[in-house]
């Protein structure tokens, strides 16, 4: 009876609280999932693959005997590999990425992205965890909403900015080697070259995904304007704020170069994303760049 | 040039400060604005990068154009501008404000007031002194508030002012230093002007301020055979005066008015205002238009207009056959025009009637024969009716002498058929009335031939001999119908003609004089006139006078013009008498009062500068490119300016769709969630209507009760809410007009909803006892079985809504007939005004968008809601059709008629 309450609680709670983003996300993988590939049959079991008649190096232990009641042979039961991949999902949530010059925060595009991407790879089998979260991954329809809410719950925000204010990047979790990171953030912290190798040493495969905002690309500021840095006390005053309009895009332009070929090094991929582009293209990309294996 | 003459400043040293205005020029000059604030997450990237362009921002000239003006007002505003007449005082004495306010100081009294008023600010500081000529006091000097607000409670007297005594009392007072006298005159001479004027220039210096054009005076009228005869006086004598003299009735209408010239030359001029008698009987007062003073008003008395009239009968059958009395009749026909009363002769007369009737009076017994013929001399009428009685014999107080013995239809000297009236003689009274060619006389009291006869005859039958015989006696007339006062005799007394004879008789009558009737008592105010010849209730310190004195009373403080006595025999006490005279005060050094008010430039300034800072603010923003995402917010500000103009076109638009279609319209409570569900509701009875009935009602309205008019609607749904507001007095009386004018209101206590408990004591209930304070309701009944509101439609026993068994109270109907056949509706006249209940009809009516419901009907379900919306077919039918449906149950006999 004890076990009961805190479950219901927490399906209550889940039940409850579907958030919207949830449902965005489980859309936008739908309106992707279409065009690529299939991986298995859906409605299978997710262990059996298939039965193999009994050779005399099997132990009788491993016997379907239910199967081999149905005819004269005797089989065994195969399963699958059972050691599927793990995808690890880390989105930065500094105040950078709160910035928006258009409808959509940097955070809220880079949220959608992982729980649709997510969606996918759990229609595909694979398992999906967040990186700092309580929970383990697994490949269910109940961890991506566990993910849902770990990413919009404000606690968990808050512990995060209090960490990053020292390193930047994924928390240390443990992960497997050769298992895999979709690291989505907008990459403008100064250490983050430091984290990216220092995740590269754990023989993690990272998959860095570049949320852009148009204003960061384009700088269509004019006039008299000082600009204030999100964190810290950095600040910039300029008379006229297109005179340096061009210097800084080149600067812009040369720093994603950079974390490019930092990821390439690395032997890691690189996805931009800019936020008033249509997330579908991102999100195919993405797929193409970690799905199938 | 003649504009800056005009102005000038309070504290004019302020304007210095106008020099500082350069070195804010300056100071802006050198302060950049402040640059925009940008939260940018790369500003890594930008660290480091140069302006190529450094010089520094600066304020645009517009914008430091805008500031200094800005601040530029504000310093003018501090320094009190202002425009028009300056009134200048000199030395620094006290200002001492001798102010004439007696009844002849009434007219133009705003001009006084505004005078007063500039004097006082230009009095600043120093201490004031206020001397009112009519009600002179120990002189006191008052500090500028007190001052201000003791010459804002000075008021024109209703009589006249006292000049030597405020003399007196100036000079008691001692004032030192050397007082500033400022006469405030009424530009009159009452023989004392000249007293107060050496007495104020012998303390100090004096300004004496006079009226272009004094008050006039209305003298006493003389009533004449047509109307009055009206003088007016005025002071001086030049040029000529065309003025308005009106005869104003009791409630402040104009009966009548006639222009009223002053010739040049002249300080009197007369008219002549011609009124019909009844008309002139209405009059209450004379006035000269325009003056608002009580100098220019002569009040009337009122005995004569409503007179007294006495019954007396001699048949005793008054009681337990109304309808054959004679009493009866001439009660009905009196009353509305005089004040009628019932006794024997003396007591009558002892009650000072004016008008004696003697219905069927045979003889006049001993004593009374010499109180009537008292009465008589005294100018009372005596109007006698013939009877049984009077055909045995009658006493000599008769127009002409009588046969005994009556005629009638089938006696001795019989008519074939009943008579008619002829038309009335040219010396009548009743010349003119219209004789309906209905009303016969089937018996009379025949009269003896003589010469007199046809003199005294006011009446004919078409056989010539007389119906109403006339004589005058003493004072007074003596009047004979030939016919009963009741229908006896003849149809008369059935007739309109016979209301039309009485009054005339009545206006026959000049009136018994008031002052005689109570030459013995004291005369009480009733009421007094104030100075500007408006009548006030007396206040409890006036006296009464003695009746006796009352011709010599002179007016005062103690006794001010009005009406004195008691209620319908009142004595007008006026202001001028027969013989008063107006003279114009001419002194040396006398000024006008001028025109021009002060005009105080300094909020105008303010506000002025109030908005260029304002401006200066949105500039601002705009400049730091803030402006286009807060440009909502200012359009809201700019839009609260404007607000007033389309608030007038919504309510046209509004009334226009009220006005075009008949809608239900619900009371719109200001509660987001009540109003809602009332829409719902109308809306998904609408659906029903358009469904079943003929009635196809466009989309419902809500309803402000305040602000919108009501009479396009026929049903008002009212919910009630304990958060609602207790109606203003505005909107009660206009529910109750809408009441009256057929309108039916339909509160819903909605007792379930509000709460657990249904009676007087749920929330619902008790809102609507605190709401309906103040409403006009009639009385109420629990909705009886036979109520039309039960059969407008559907059949209906009871009246669920989301809720069940409430009780729901229309306007109590009048009481079934017994012995009628049952009729299987009734309805009263019209429709009720209130229909209560508590059952929450609209929200189980309420339906979304969609069509679907919105709420379970408890504990019916849908059979309930069926009936809650047949019964808002019911109430709809009921509020447009009326009584209608309980017509309906005549129709097969108006059925059988037509075939």
Known sequence: MTGFSPLQHEADALGAGLPPLMVAADRLAASVSLGAHGRRKAGIGENFWQFRRYGSADSVGRIDWRQSAKSQHLFVREREWEAAQTVWFWRDSDPGMQFRSGDISKLDRANLLLLALAALLVRGGERVGLMGAAFLPAASRFTLSRIGHALLDKAMQEKERARTVQTSGPPPTPVARGSRIVWFSDFLQPDIEDRMTAFARLGVVGHLVRIVDPAEEDFPYTGRARFEAPRGHDSALFGRAESVASDYRARFTAHGEKIARTATKLGWSMTAHRTDHAPQTALIALHAAIGPS | MGLFSALSFGAPWILAALAALPVLWWLLKVTPPQPRRIFFPPIRLLLGLKDEEQTPAHTPWWLLLLRLLAAGLLILALAEPMLGRNVKLLGDGPLVLVVDNGWTAAKNWSQRQSLITDLLRAADDRPVAIVPTATPGPVTLLDAGAAEKSARELKPMPWPGDRAAAAAQIARAHLAGRPQFSWLSDGLEDGQGDTLRRALAGAGSLRIFAPDRPALGLLPARHDGTGFAVTAIRANNQGGLRVQVAAVGSRGETLSDAPLDFRAGDKRGQTHITLPLEVRNQTARLEIRGEDSAGAVQLLDTGGAERRVGLVSAAATENEQPLLSDIYYLERALTP????????????????????????????????????????????????????????????????????????????????????????????????????????????????????????????????????????????????????????????????????????????????????????????????????????????????????????????????????????????????????????????????????????????????????????????????????????????????????????????????????????AYVVTGLADVDQVSREGLSGLNLVLKARTSYEPQDPIGVDILHDDLSFYPLLYWPMDPREKNLPPEAISKLNDYMRLGGTILFDTRDLTLGAVRGANSPGQQTLRRITQGLDLPPLEPVPADHVLTKAFYILKDFPGRWAGGQVWVERLPPAEKGKERVPARGGDGVSPVIIGGNDWAAAWAVDSGGHPLSEPMPGGEMQREVAFRFGVNLVMYALTGNYKTDQVHAPALLERLK
């Open chain 2, 337 to 664: 025009f005089a004040d009628v009363e019932k006794g024997t002769i003396s007591d009558l007369i002892g009650r000072r009637v004016s008008v004696l009737f003697l219905a069927d009076v045979g003889q006049i017994s001993g004593s009374d024969v010499d109180a009537v013929k008292k009465f008589l001399k005294g100018g009372g009428v005596l109007i006698r009716f013939a009877g049984p009685r009077m055909s045995n014999g009658t006493d000599d107080l008769v127009p002409v002498s009588l046969r005994t013995g009556g005629r009638y239809l089938g006696s001795a000297m019989a008519w074939n058929q009943p008579q008619h009236l002829t038309s009335f003689p040219a010396l009548s009274p009743f010349n003119g009335l219209a004789i309906p060619a209905e009303v016969t006389v089937s018996r009379q009291i025949l009269a003896e031939p003589s010469a007199e006869l046809t003199q005294r005859a006011w009446a004919r039958l078409t056989d010539g001999t007389p119906l109403v015989t006339a004589r005058q006696s003493g004072g007074g007339w003596i009047v004979l119908f030939h016919i009963t006062a009741s229908p006896a005799w003849s149809s008369l007394p059935l007739s309109g003609l016979y209301v039309d004879m009485l009054k005339r008789l009545l206006a026959l009558s000049a009136g018994t004089p008031a002052a005689a009737l109570a030459r013995l008592s004291n005369l009480a105010p009733i009421t007094v006139m104030d100075g500007f010849g408006h009548l006030q209730p007396p206040a409890p310190d006036i006296a009464p006078i003695a009746a006796r004195d009352f011709e010599r009373v002179q007016i005062s403080a103690k006794h001010p013009p009005g009406l004195y006595g008691a209620k319908g025999v009142a004595s007008a006490l006026n202001e001028l008498g027969a013989a008063a005279r107006l003279e114009p005060l001419s002194l040396s050094g006398m000024q006008s009062y001028g025109d021009a008010r002060t005009i105080v430039l300094e909020p105008y300034l303010l506000a002025l500068g109030a908005l260029l800072l304002c401006l200066d603010a949105l500039a601002s923003l705009w400049l730091r490119g803030y402006l286009p995402t807060r440009l909502a917010g200012a359009a809201a500000m700019l839009a609260l300016l404007f607000v007033a103009a389309p608030r007038a076109q919504a309510d046209e638009a509004m009334n226009l769709k009220a006005a075009l279609d008949t809608r239900l």
